[in-house]
């Protein structure tokens, strides 16, 4: 029986080895990786922001154990963080996708959910709303507001440790300002309504090109407020820019269609050491536009009208015809948000009057967006005529979540991208371009 009893047990000394061990195992376990949650909209966009930040993370980390390696050839001091980044780029910067899913209703109700454990995770929520649809029976943006609002209360619900959204456009920034009474400020209200949603659990909303850069208040410093003028400045410095309309850079000027673009157009036009024209751009009723007066003349071959978005083109169309008719050869137009909704009657909306695409391409300009607004590819492809390029915003959002997750200055890292946009344009040296295009028109 004795022989039995030993067999079967074990020692104090024995248990307490294997405790400790546990401990030890417990205690070097790596921190578990962040999730990237996609919404169904933002699937393709989502795809190309993974790929992008995995090649970051590995060219990062790559760097790190090559500096590891060579130790002694840097200071104490500086091989100490060469090794505390590398332990947070092995752990905190690890990621997984989240196994969701949204149930749709035949009535449109949607029901978000799923299986992964989210319990004090830290989560990207990548979400794209879409954009106003031809067919006035169709879901636009609304419908993407409410998922994303019953996303983030079922994380609420899930206990989640933090949430950060991944919006490249968000809707209804329009309304940042009351221009008559008895009308909301619904710039505000949309933020609120994620905030709210969300619960004290919102870490940081990262978008870009917001209509108008004050509305980062309405959430108190929670919003990462990115731009693609530098990747629009990159573009006009590429070989495929000056190739295709037959110009250096001193054969362009920027243009502003309206007083609220000039603090955009001149930031533009700062990057790149350019001349500066203002219109003066009148709405008598919404979406309609008309061109009332300029400050400055074109006197280039090649006009760049910089905006922050394009949605019916009204807008850009009178300025690109005013320009086309004094002289300008080509009129280029660079918008990170391309909307392209089309005019409706005022008394029947289900009435289309004109599409966006349509006037576009009458007009002669040429137009070149990002991919924030989810669109098919076949769009792409059959629009070339009009729409010459689509930059991806992937790749400058995956280094933000690089440097967010790292702990590191983002300003600092927009401030080195723009230097060397600048030293290229004072050197009139070529800037790359074609890895940031997207494949259906690169």
Avoid at 157 to 180: N, Q
Avoid at 396 to 419: F, M, N, P, V, W
Wanted: aromatic content about 8%; charged content about 25%.
């Amino acid at each position: 029986m004795g022989k039995a009893q030993g067999s079967s047990g074990s020692s104090p000394s024995s248990e307490r080895h294997d405790v400790a061990a546990l401990c030890a195992d417990y205690l070097h376990q790596e921190s578990p990786p962040f999730l990237f949650y996609n919404m169904p909209t933002a699937a393709s966009f989502a795809g190309r922001l993974e790929q992008e930040y995995k090649e970051l993370w590995k060219r990062e980390l790559e760097l790190g154990e090559m500096l590891s390696r060579h130790r002694d050839a840097i200071i104490a001091e500086d091989a100490d963080k060469v090794r505390d980044k590398i332990r947070r780029l092995r752990q905190n910067l690890r990621y997984e996708q989240c196994d969701n899913s949204t149930r749709s209703y035949n009535n449109g109700e949607v029901q978000p959910s799923t299986k992964t454990n989210i319990r004090d995770r830290s989560i990207d929520v990548v979400c794209q709303f879409g954009n106003p649809s031809k067919d006035y029976d169709e879901v636009s943006c609304h419908g993407d507001i409410i998922e994303l609002y019953f996303t983030l209360r079922m994380m609420m619900e899930s206990s989640v440790g933090d949430v950060t959204v991944v919006a490249p456009w968000l809707p209804y920034m329009r309304g940042d300002k009351k221009l008559e009474g008895r009308v909301p400020i619904a710039a505000r209200d949309v933020l609120d309504l994620i905030e709210h949603a969300a619960l004290g659990h919102l870490k940081k909303i990262i978008t870009f090109d917001l209509h108008a850069a004050q509305e980062q208040g309405f959430l108190r410093g929670k919003i990462e407020h990115l731009s693609a003028m530098p990747l629009f400045a990159r573009y006009v410095l590429s070989e495929r820019f000056t190739d295709r309309y037959h110009c250096t850079l001193d054969d362009l000027t920027v243009v502003a269609v309206d007083t609220g673009g000039v603090g955009r157009a001149h930031t533009y036009a700062d990057l790149l050491g350019l001349p500066v024209v203002v219109y003066d751009k009148g709405r008598p009723e919404p979406g309609v536009a008309e061109v009332r007066g300029k400050v400055g003349q074109v006197e280039t071959n090649v006009a760049v009208i910089i905006e922050d978005m394009i949605d019916t083109g009204g807008s850009v169309v009178k300025v690109g015809a005013d320009l086309l008719a004094n002289g300008v050869k080509h009129v280029v137009v660079l918008a990170t948000h391309g909307l392209f909704s089309p005019t409706r009657d005022k008394k029947d909306p289900t009435v289309i009057l004109n599409y966006a695409e349509d006037i576009l391409e009458q007009s002669g300009v040429h137009v070149v967006v990002t991919d924030s607004i989810p669109r098919d590819p076949g769009f792409y492809r059959y629009q070339n005529k009009w729409l010459v390029d689509t930059i991806s915003l992937s790749q400058t959002l995956a280094d933000a979540i690089l440097q967010k997750r790292l702990g590191y200055s983002l300003s600092q890292s927009i401030a080195r991208q723009e230097a060397l946009v600048r030293e290229h344009a004072r050197q009139r040296k070529p800037m790359e371009i074609e890895p940031y295009l997207l494949p259906v028109q690169g």
